[in-house]
């Protein structure tokens, strides 16, 4: 874990704090707040990418941006702004489409725990995958 500070709520926007607390992240215990950690010997570090969900009408994952990391009582949350993909079969990669949406998971909530990191090509962000994802709803 990189050196963290301790994150004051009265200083975050209202819909970071909700998300917050959707993600049962408590007022009343101290939230600290860092640039980089590792995780069962993944680290994550604020811009990279994860994949959060799988869209089931584009069959294409659906990315993570890493805005912020939030420690509180040992379990790590990552503020996440939601990036649609669209697959570029030249690139072998997934083109990011940046949304306003934002929400807070923690590891065991990501469709698949590998940090991703992207690739500026003129204007455009692109993720290569490292393996293979799926959405296991779509083999039930």
């Given at each position: 874990m990189s050196s963290?500070?301790?994150?004051?709520?009265n200083y975050l926007s209202d819909c970071v704090?909700?998300?917050l607390v959707q993600n049962?992240?408590?007022r009343?215990?101290?939230?600290?707040?860092?640039?980089?950690v590792s995780?069962?010997?993944?680290t994550y570090r604020c811009c990279m990418y994860v994949i959060t969900d799988f869209d089931s009408n584009s069959d294409t994952p659906v990315f993570g941006h890493i805005d912020n990391i939030f420690i509180q009582q040992m379990k790590v949350h990552f503020l996440l702004r939601i990036c649609k993909s669209n697959y570029d079969s030249h690139l072998s990669s997934y083109e990011l489409c940046v949304a306003d949406d934002i929400t807070v998971q923690n590891v065991d909530q990501l469709l698949d725990c590998y940090p991703l990191s992207a690739y500026v090509v003129g204007l455009n962000r692109f993720v290569v995958l490292k393996n293979f994802v799926y959405?296991?709803?779509l083999f039930k």
């Open positions: 963290t500070v301790d994150a004051d709520m704090i909700d998300a049962n992240v408590s009343s215990y101290p939230l600290h707040q860092c640039k980089s995780v069962n010997g993944l959405s296991h709803s």
